[in-house]
């Protein structure tokens, strides 16, 4: 279903200090519909607290966290407006999960119906009459997201919504998110899996410290932050590398392939070619390129040696 009036999320000098420590220093940034939003730090970077401020249950030490403008506490109907998923066991082990959701549409006014319509959305249609106690951790994870999404809610929060997701239920979890940012909903999830992120998210904001460090789309921030160069295999290393120098190429071992080589500052058709024209011959040509994570892990070190 499309969102006629779709939200984001604001954060305005985001602020919460626990005692001497703070948490979140002074956090600034919008998440927009109609994209999935990753957000990514370190643990203890702030993450949870920050979606906590957003959905009321923490307070703010200064600055707002709002939904449309608007304070948690200030929504008419919050579970039809945003739904979020934090921890996805707490949930209570003898109660069924139909006997779960249909509490928590009770109390937002939300029709019985939508209740089986949830479970069939998220796979435990079979597995609504068994008690969340007999669930194992993915399948609570499903009913973690299917509360978040009982109310049919313009924006959407998860916090680690992959945990414990075999890899069919990691697909799923990622075309669900997909679908709900291309109905014109606001995503935000954080996770730890590099890889998943990368494959999932379109847009990144990227905390430290609770500081804001990158808040770009995906692909500008591998872009900026990555290298890239040509993974060559050849019998013929020696002849390989009088080949590329002679054309003012350097070359290096690759740590993951002994038996390959990496050229930087190089496509793979120029090396294929200065390999040919010096007869030397070449079992594999592969570009590559950074990942998400050696651009996060990057990003973090050069900001701890900063501080």
Do not use: C
């Amino acid at each position: 279903m499309a969102i006629s009036s779709p939200l984001s999320l604001q954060a305005y000098a985001l602020t919460k200090r626990h005692g001497a420590i703070t948490a979140v220093d002074g956090l600034s940034f919008e998440v927009r519909p109609g994209v999935v939003t990753g957000f990514l730090g370190p643990n203890g970077a702030g993450k949870s607290t920050t979606l906590r401020m957003f959905l009321g249950l923490d307070r703010p030490s200064s600055g707002a966290a709002t939904i449309g403008g608007l304070r948690a506490a200030e929504l008419p109907h919050p579970a039809r407006v945003v739904g979020a998923m934090l921890d996805a066991r707490s949930v209570h082990p003898r109660r069924s999960a139909r006997e779960h959701l249909w509490a928590a549409a009770r109390a937002a006014g939300i029709p019985r119906s939508r209740v089986d319509e949830t479970l069939e959305m998220v796979g435990l249609a079979d597995a609504g009459g068994r008690p969340a106690g007999e669930f194992s951790l993915g399948m609570k994870q499903r009913l973690g997201i299917a509360t978040a999404l009982i109310g049919d809610p313009g924006i959407v929060i998860f916090d680690e919504p992959l945990n414990g997701l075999d890899p069919e239920g990691i697909r799923w979890a990622r075309a669900l998110m997909r679908r709900l940012a291309a109905e014109g909903r606001t995503v935000l999830f954080s996770s730890h899996l590099m890889g998943e992120m990368e494959v999932t998210a379109d847009h990144l904001i990227v905390i430290h410290r609770g500081t804001l460090i990158a808040d770009e789309p995906l692909t500008s921030f591998i872009d900026s932050r990555t290298t890239a160069w040509v993974r060559v295999r050849t019998p013929d290393a020696a002849g390989l590398t009088r080949a590329l120098r002679s054309a003012r190429l350097s070359t290096a071992p690759d740590p993951a392939h002994p038996d390959a080589l990496r050229v930087r500052d190089a496509s793979p058709d120029q090396v294929g070619h200065l390999a040919a024209t010096a007869g030397v011959e070449v079992s594999e040509l592969t570009l590559v390129r950074d990942s998400l994570e050696d651009a996060f892990l990057r990003m973090t070190t050069l900001d701890r040696k900063a501080a």
